[in-house]
């Protein structure tokens, strides 16, 4: 399983954010039966 973590305070170009979806895209593609979580830990609440 990929826990795949977004902590930058930007949201738009950011670039820890590219990367890290970069790594997740390739990382899926070549795990396709594995598990993936996403969370936005910058992310505001309501």
């Given at each position: 399983m990929l826990l795949h973590?977004?902590?930058s305070a930007r949201r738009a170009s950011s670039f820890?954010?590219?990367l890290s979806a970069l790594y997740a895209?390739?990382?899926r593609a070549s795990h396709p039966d594995k598990?993936?979580?996403y969370r936005a830990?910058?992310?505001?609440?309501t």
């Open positions: 973590l977004d902590a820890s954010r590219e895209e390739s990382w598990g993936y979580l830990t910058s992310a505001s609440r």
